[in-house]
C-alpha cells in the first residue's frame, strides 16, 4: 500500500522510475473489497435462497470475472534503457500484481473500450492519460512519437 523505500518517493525503484500514480488506487481497493465482502455474503445467504425459492444466480461469476479482467493501473514504472514498463495493479485477491512488458508489446484496442486504454501483450491495462507527469511519457507509451505515414502499404500493415 505504501511505498517501503524512500527511493520510491524520488521515482526509482527496481521497477524502474515511477512515471504514472492512479489516482483510483484506493477507490479500485476499496470497492473490490466491498464487493468481496457482498459476494461473501452473498455465498452464505446462497444456501437458504436457494431452497427456498430454487432460483440461482451467477453474481459472483460475474462478479470474479469482472474484478480479474479490469487492470486499473496503479503504478506504471518504466526502465528507459531496456525501454520496458512495470504496471501495477491490483489482483483478484486485492494483493499488488506487476506486469512486466516492452514497449513494442503496447497496441491499442482495435475499437475504443470502456475499461481498456491499452493491451500490453494481451493484458487489458487502464490508464488516465491526464495523471502522467511527463506527457511525453504517456506518448512514448502509446507509440505516439514513432514516425507514420498514410501510404497503403503501411495501412495494410497495421
Avoid at 483478484?92 to 516492452?102: D, S, V
Wanted: aromatic fraction near 14%; glycine fraction near 8%; charged fraction near 15%.
Amino acid at each position: 500500500m505504501f511505498p517501503l523505500s524512500l527511493g520510491v518517493f524520488w521515482g526509482q525503484s527496481s521497477d524502474g522510475q515511477l512515471i504514472y500514480t492512479g489516482s483510483l488506487g484506493f477507490a479500485v481497493r476499496g470497492v473490490k473489497a466491498f464487493s468481496y465482502s457482498t459476494s461473501g455474503a452473498s455465498m452464505l445467504l446462497m444456501p437458504h435462497i436457494m431452497l427456498t425459492t430454487g432460483l440461482g444466480s451467477h453474481s459472483l461469476a460475474f462478479q470474479l470475472l469482472f474484478c480479474g479482467v479490469i487492470g486499473y493501473v496503479v503504478r506504471l514504472y518504466h526502465e528507459p534503457g531496456r525501454d520496458t514498463y512495470t504496471a501495477v495493479t491490483y489482483s483478484l485477491f486485492l494483493t499488488e500484481k506487476r506486469t512486466r512488458f516492452h514497449q513494442q508489446q503496447v497496441r491499442l484496442p482495435a475499437v475504443s473500450k470502456m475499461f481498456t486504454t491499452f493491451y500490453a501483450d494481451k493484458t487489458g491495462l487502464l490508464v488516465n492519460p491526464d495523471l502522467f507527469s511527463v506527457p511525453q511519457d504517456y506518448n512514448h507509451l502509446m507509440g505516439y512519437d514513432k514516425p507514420f505515414s498514410f501510404s497503403p502499404e503501411q495501412l495494410d500493415r497495421s
